[in-house]
């Protein structure tokens, strides 16, 4: 399972962007994919997860008005779309995934993970 995530950048308060996990090397039926975020000293926190098959979705508690997760099952792709992005984002964000159902939200329940692409939000 190779996971490469893309479309961090930097941005400015209260911009938006789209960042990208392209996944190869299985169906992914069946499967759970999430993005994790970590800033720079701190843990590596779940912002969501999505089911590739049910498409049922798990957000963090801080998370869950301003990103979506969705997936696109023909390109292979999970996409996180981050609106009203505040300094606090600022952080590398990881794509991840397991075989199982989407309700996991440590980091240590994912086994693929991808390389990470870094988003920074100016104040």
């Known amino acids: 399972v190779l996971l490469q995530a893309y479309g961090g950048g930097f941005v400015q308060t209260g911009g938006f962007l789209r960042l990208s996990c392209a996944a190869s090397g299985t169906s992914f039926t069946g499967y759970a994919m999430a993005w994790f975020r970590q800033a720079p000293g701190k843990e590596r926190e779940f912002v969501a997860a999505i089911g590739w098959s049910s498409g049922f979705t798990l957000y963090s508690d801080f998370e869950k008005t301003r990103f979506t997760i969705s997936r696109d099952s023909a390109k292979n792709t999970v996409y996180l779309q981050m609106t009203s992005l505040k300094p606090g984002d600022t952080a590398v964000y990881y794509c991840?995934?397991?075989?199982?159902?989407?309700?996991?939200?440590?980091?240590?329940?994912?086994?693929?993970w991808g390389q990470g692409t870094q988003v920074t939000v100016s104040s």
């Open positions: 991840a995934s397991r075989p199982g159902n989407p309700h996991i939200s440590l980091a240590d329940g994912y086994v693929y």
